[in-house]
């Protein structure tokens, strides 16, 4: 099969993310996460992944939303953003240090109302979760290792004709070059079982995109 992809070089990326719409208050929270988290900045998703985020959201109409991921709260206001006024997201993380900044963020983009954050472990917040009361759009970017677990999970609380994604499925490269040393070695076999689940589950129709660290797109039957 011919090539028919672009190399995303870190010069195009620039000219990607130029292009893509990044208001203040996320540029802001983008910078302060870059500089107070430098370890962990690689955590947070680009603008043009949040400018995706919040179209898809509107797109389907979505009124309840769910993440697995908080961070500092970047997605989480991409997502909140594209919900109506009286829609939700319950978010998840395990950290009140980065959520603390997610808070006052979602404070000045005054979708603080539409936010539930949840701490502790999501697998174990994703099972109180009821069947009858199901997402809309779901957003999984927790740790990697339980990612066979999340997507299971999440398809069970998403409603037929949610929209479910799935970030990091490239995983630096990983996944294709069978890497197996260490944290990330399992963090990449993990993100590994959960395409090969994703690609051949009949439950829903799922799309493999090269955006940002790679995304998986999967439409709940």
């Known amino acids: 099969m011919p090539d028919k992809f ?56 979505a009124r309840r939303a769910l993440e697995l991921g908080t961070f500092t709260g970047y997605s989480s206001i991409c997502i909140a953003r594209g919900l109506p006024a009286d829609g939700t997201l319950i978010t998840c993380d395990v950290s009140e240090e980065w959520t603390a900044v997610a808070r006052r963020y979602w404070a000045e983009a005054g979708v603080g109302d539409r936010i539930e954050l949840r701490i502790g472990a999501a697998l174990e917040t994703l099972a109180t979760f009821p069947d009858s009361e199901p997402f809309d759009f779901a957003f999984i970017d927790a740790d990697k290792r339980n990612y066979p677990g999340y997507w299971e999970e999440t398809l069970r609380v998403v409603r037929p004709g949610g929209l479910i994604m799935v970030d990091n499925v490239l995983y630096g490269g990983r996944v294709a070059a069978g890497d197996e040393d260490g944290d990330a070695g399992e963090s990449a076999q993990a993100i590994a079982r959960t395409n090969e689940l994703i690609r051949d589950d009949e439950r829903v129709d799922a799309v493999m995109l090269g955006v940002a660290d790679g995304i998986t797109l999967a439409l709940r039957h």
């Not at 870190?10 to 802001?28: G, K, S, T």
């Not at 690689?42 to 389907?60: K, T, Y």
């Open 6 to 61: 672009v190399t995303l070089t870190p010069d195009l990326h620039a000219y990607v993310v130029a292009h893509a719409h990044e208001d203040p208050l996320l540029a802001r929270l983008r910078v302060e996460t870059e500089k107070t988290l430098p370890d962990r900045a690689e955590m947070q998703i680009a603008p043009d992944q949040g400018g995706l985020i919040n179209l898809l959201v509107r797109a389907i109409g």
